[in-house]
């Protein structure tokens, strides 16, 4: 198993410098870079030229009527614009530069929030760490027990019910539950039971340790609502058909000619075989929830997350933000796919997968 580690981790060293050289190489073909978004806005303000200029709203002459200077901005400063952000560098040279720090885990400085992105990440990171743990763990704990008995109970009146709810919750997409939460419970139109906005109140710091932790989940308890609801679904599906599908093998109608109880049967050969299919797409539910899934989410309950963040960030062509983020969260991505194939072995240790490979 020592081996299939190591190998898996010198893995990660080739698949994370192909996605960050995709999506490096994408940019350069991306309209409106950050230079462009600040002279958009310069050059909207009208007051900004007068300041660069001297005075006057003459255009600059060049000799180049595309020139962007030509629009109205000195091309001087144009050039300086160049330089601060490193656009000056053949884009190869910045892309080395960009990796080279990367290793160091030099993530480098927002564009336009005077703050390193490691600093803004560990800034947004408290509302993203409580939507993305919450609700996969919410989400595990309802949906394989709730799979485990429609599968056991499959084709009875509880099993038609609870599927009828389950497809229900799946149709329904998870901004707009959160504004039906908001409209019944947030004081939209009806009760005012939980509050709209943040994950803590002002006076946090004035309250007890009790307090505290009850005004923590008070807060999120309607966020973590709204984003757990399609996920739940899905994996309480996935864990009764994949039960199901193992109910109805071989080995099961053995365990059962021997004596063994019903239980016993159940959860001590069939649970085994049955959760593999489900930890499979833990990763995946895990880092879309965590990272990105939640921007609709963040923003109806005004909670300022990495969802947010990275929307913002490439809206606004922030690309140190981008590039830093997307180079944490691709590694994490990757480590946390390890940690899953450790849990199937730990599940079922018939699994090898250094034989393997």
Not at 270 to 291: E, K, Q, T, W
Request: negative net charge.
């Amino acid at each position: 198993m020592g081996a299939y580690i190591l190998r898996r981790l010198l893995l990660v060293i080739p698949t994370l410098l192909g996605i960050m050289i995709i999506n490096f190489a994408l940019t350069q073909f991306v309209p409106g870079g950050p230079i462009e978004q600040i002279l958009a806005e310069m050059e909207g303000g009208g007051d900004v030229f007068e300041g660069i200029s001297g005075g006057g709203s003459e255009l600059v002459e060049t000799g180049d009527s595309d020139y962007i200077g030509g629009r109205g901005l000195p091309a001087d400063f144009i050039a300086d614009l160049e330089r601060e952000f490193g656009f000056d560098k053949p884009p190869l040279e910045r892309f080395l530069t960009m990796m080279w720090n990367y290793m160091r885990l030099d993530f480098g400085e927002s564009y336009f929030r005077s703050i390193s992105v490691f600093d803004l990440v560990l800034e947004k990171m408290p509302v993203s760490i409580t939507l993305g743990l919450w609700s996969t763990l919410i989400a595990y704990l309802i949906s394989i027990p709730l799979g485990i008995k429609k599968a056991v109970r499959d084709g009875t009146p509880f099993d038609t019910w609870t599927s009828g709810a389950i497809i229900v919750g799946y149709a329904i997409p998870g901004f707009l539950f959160a504004i039906l939460l908001i409209v019944l419970f947030a004081g939209g139109s009806y009760w005012r039971l939980f509050p709209l906005r943040g994950l803590t109140s002002a006076n946090f710091e004035d309250l007890s340790m009790i307090g505290k932790v009850l005004d923590y989940l008070w807060h999120i308890t309607l966020p973590v609502l709204a984003s757990t609801i399609s996920a739940f679904a899905t994996l309480t599906l996935l864990t009764k058909n994949s039960f199901l599908d193992e109910i109805k093998k071989q080995y099961v109608m053995t365990a059962r000619a021997k004596g063994l109880s019903e239980s016993r049967v159940l959860y001590g050969h069939v649970f085994r075989n049955g959760m593999l299919i489900v930890i499979s797409g833990f990763p995946a539910l895990f880092i879309g929830v965590f990272f990105g899934g939640s921007l609709i989410i963040e923003t109806l309950f005004s909670l300022d997350g990495l969802g947010r963040l990275g929307f913002e960030a490439a809206v606004a062509r922030d690309y140190p933000v981008v590039f830093g983020t997307l180079f944490a969260f691709s590694l994490i991505g990757l480590v946390v796919g390890i940690l899953t194939d450790l849990t199937y072995v730990l599940i079922d240790p018939r699994i090898d997968f250094e034989a393997r490979g």
